[in-house]
Nanobody
């Protein structure tokens, strides 16, 4: 079965940093782009970043200064490194796959359980 599992969330103080992980299994990881998304309480989900099959990185414009995506194909893992965290970054973070990177979350599938990030003092 195709599975994606995001983990590594938690409680972080404003200004802090955290790296989220996404573990993939059940498919040929090298053949897929992997995207990170988030959904805050009461808000629509939004895209953050995507790593294409060849490792090219794409970011939503207002995310690229504080978020970095990187993947380890040998471990079937994708990571989201976050810095200078703000309370408005509080959300559930998800990873998902698609053949190519896309601006549209609807293009992505195999959404796993997300991981909660809370930024608060």
């Amino acid at each position: 079965d195709v599975q994606l599992q995001a983990f590594g969330g938690g409680l972080v103080q404003p200004g802090g940093s955290l790296t989220l992980s996404c573990a993939a299994s059940g498919f040929s990881f090298d053949d897929y782009a992997v995207g990170w998304f988030r959904q805050a309480p009461g808000k629509e989900g939004e895209g953050i970043s995507c790593s294409s099959r060849d490792g090219t990185k794409y970011y939503i414009e207002n995310m690229k200064d504080r978020f970095t995506i990187f993947r380890d194909n040998a471990k079937n893992m994708v990571y989201l490194q976050m810095s200078s965290l703000k309370p408005e970054d509080t959300a559930i973070y998800y990873c998902a796959i698609n053949n190519v990177c896309s601006h549209y979350s609807a293009d992505f599938g195999s959404w796993g359980q997300g991981t909660q990030l809370t930024v608060s003092s």
